[in-house]
C-alpha cells in the first residue's frame, strides 16, 4: 500500500508540470531535474508498466537528448527505438563513458542499426569518433565494423588510422594486424599507426613480431642502450625531456598525468620526483611489469555477451564493477553480467617505450621526471 501511493505520488510528480506546460515550452532545468528525480527512483519495470510514466520518460528523453543524462536514462530504463540519438552522443563523446556506454547500448539493442554507411559517411570527422567510440566499446560487434575498414581504401585515412589503433587494443585484432603486414596488406598510410601501436602493445609476442614486421622509423631504436650505471650518470636535459615525455610516440600522456595535463589511467606523475630516485624510476619504464603499483593491477574481464575488458578496477560494488581502459574510459558492468574475472601478470605499461627514444632522450626523461616534486 506504502508503495502504490509513493508511485503514485510520483507519477503525479513527474507528469503534472509537463501537462500544465504547453507542448511547446521547453522543460525549464529545475523541473527537468525534478522529474528525473522522481522517476530514477523507481524501478524500471513501474515505469514500463505505466502509460503517464512513459509519456513523461519520452519526454524527459527529449530533453535531454545528446547529453550523457539521455544515454544513463536509455540505460537504466530499458528504451528502444532511440538507437540514433544514441549514435549522436557516440560521436560527440567518443572517449568518455557517456559515449561509449551509448555506443554499447546500440550494439546490444535488438535492432542494431547499419553503422557501415556511417563510417564511410562524407562526415569524417563523425565517422572517426564512431570508429573510436565502436573501440572503446569492447563490444563483441565491434571487430566485425573495424576490421574491413583498415583494407578499404577509398575509406578516409584519419578514419581507419583510427580503426587500427582500436583493434591494436585487444590481442585478436593486433594479431589481425601483423597478419595483415605478413602478407603484406597493409595499407601504406596506416602502417605508421599499426607500427606505433604494435611496438608499445602490452603482450611481449605481439611487441616481438611488430619490431621484426613493422619496425619502428629506424633512428632512436637502432641505438641499444649503454649500460644503466651508465645511464645514471649522464646528464640530462629537462626541457627537452619534457618535449620527449609529450611526443606522441613515446605516449605517456597517454597513461599519466602530469599536473592535470594527459590522460588518467596509470599512476599521476606529478610528484614522482618525490617519491622515485632515477634508478626506480627507470625501472618503471624499463621494467613494467617487475613492480606494479598498487591499484593499478590489471584485470581482464569477460561479459555474458561475448564483450573483454581490460583495465584496472576503480570500484568493486555488491551489483556493478567498474573497469577502466587504456584511454581512461570506464565501464560500468552489472556484476550479475560477469562471467569471468583473471589477474593480468604484465602490467597496464607497455614495455620497450625506451625503444622509441634515443639513450640521451631517456636521460632527459629521467631529469625531466625528477623535477616533478612536492610542493
Ligand atoms: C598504456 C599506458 C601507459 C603508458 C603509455 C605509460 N605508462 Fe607508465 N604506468 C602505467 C601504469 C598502468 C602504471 C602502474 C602499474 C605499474 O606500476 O606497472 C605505470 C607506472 C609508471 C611509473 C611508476 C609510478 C609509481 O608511482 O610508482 C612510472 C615512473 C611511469 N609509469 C612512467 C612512464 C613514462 C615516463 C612513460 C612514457 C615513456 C609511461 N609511463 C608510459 C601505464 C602507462
Not at 261 to 278: C, N
Not at 285 to 295: D, K, V
Request: net charge positive; with cysteine.
Amino acid at each position: 500500500m506504502k508503495l502504490l501511493c509513493l508511485v503514485a505520488w510520483m507519477v503525479t510528480m513527474a507528469a503534472m508540470p509537463l501537462h500544465a506546460a504547453a507542448p511547446s515550452e521547453p522543460i525549464s532545468p529545475e523541473r527537468l531535474n525534478t522529474i528525473i528525480e522522481a522517476l530514477s527512483r523507481l524501478e524500471p519495470a513501474v515505469v514500463q508498466g505505466n502509460p503517464k510514466l512513459l509519456e513523461a520518460l519520452g519526454k524527459v528523453l527529449d530533453a535531454t537528448r545528446g547529453t550523457p543524462r539521455f544515454v544513463e536514462l536509455v540505460r537504466r530504463f530499458s528504451v528502444a527505438g532511440r538507437e540514433m540519438d544514441l549514435i549522436e552522443v557516440a560521436a560527440k563523446y567518443p572517449a568518455e563513458e557517456s559515449g561509449v556506454e551509448a555506443m554499447r547500448l546500440v550494439l546490444g539493442s535488438a535492432a542494431v542499426p547499419d553503422l557501415r554507411p556511417l563510417l564511410r559517411g562524407a562526415d569524417k570527422a563523425k565517422a572517426a569518433a564512431l570508429v573510436k567510440a565502436l573501440a572503446n566499446s569492447n563490444h563483441p560487434k565491434a571487430a566485425a565494423l573495424l576490421v574491413p575498414l583498415v583494407t578499404e581504401t577509398k575509406v578516409d585515412a584519419a578514419v581507419r588510422k583510427e580503426a587500427v589503433r582500436g583493434l591494436a587494443r585487444s590481442q585478436e585484432g593486433a594479431r589481425q594486424l601483423l597478419a595483415w603486414a605478413r602478407a603484406d596488406k597493409l595499407p601504406a598510410d596506416v602502417r605508421f599507426t599499426a607500427s606505433a601501436e604494435l611496438n608499445a602493445a602490452r603482450w611481449p609476442d605481439v611487441q616481438a613480431e611488430a619490431a621484426k614486421l613493422l619496425p619502428l622509423p629506424a633512428g632512436a631504436n637502432a641505438q641499444p642502450l649503454p649500460p644503466i650505471a651508465e645511464l645514471l650518470q649522464r646528464k640530462g636535459d629537462s626541457r627537452n625531456g619534457e618535449a620527449v615525455y609529450f611526443r606522441e610516440v613515446v605516449g605517456c600522456a597517454k597513461c599519466h598525468q602530469i599536473n592535470g595535463r594527459g590522460v588518467e589511467f596509470g599512476p599521476a606523475l606529478s610528484e614522482i620526483g618525490s617519491k622515485l630516485g632515477k634508478e626506480a624510476m627507470l625501472e618503471a619504464i624499463l621494467e613494467p611489469s617487475a613492480g606494479i603499483s598498487f591499484g593499478f593491477e590489471i584485470w581482464n574481464v569477460e561479459t555474458k555477451d561475448g564483450s573483454e575488458f581490460t583495465g584496472m578496477v576503480v570500484s568493486d560494488a555488491v551489483d556493478e564493477l567498474a573497469i577502466k581502459a587504456v584511454g581512461g574510459v570506464v565501464t560500468r558492468l552489472k556484476k550479475a553480467d560477469v562471467v569471468k574475472r583473471t589477474q593480468s601478470k604484465l602490467s597496464g605499461m607497455p614495455t620497450g617505450l625506451a625503444q622509441s627514444v634515443t639513450p640521451q632522450e631517456l636521460v632527459d626523461l629521467l631529469e625531466f621526471l625528477s623535477t616533478l616534486k612536492k610542493k
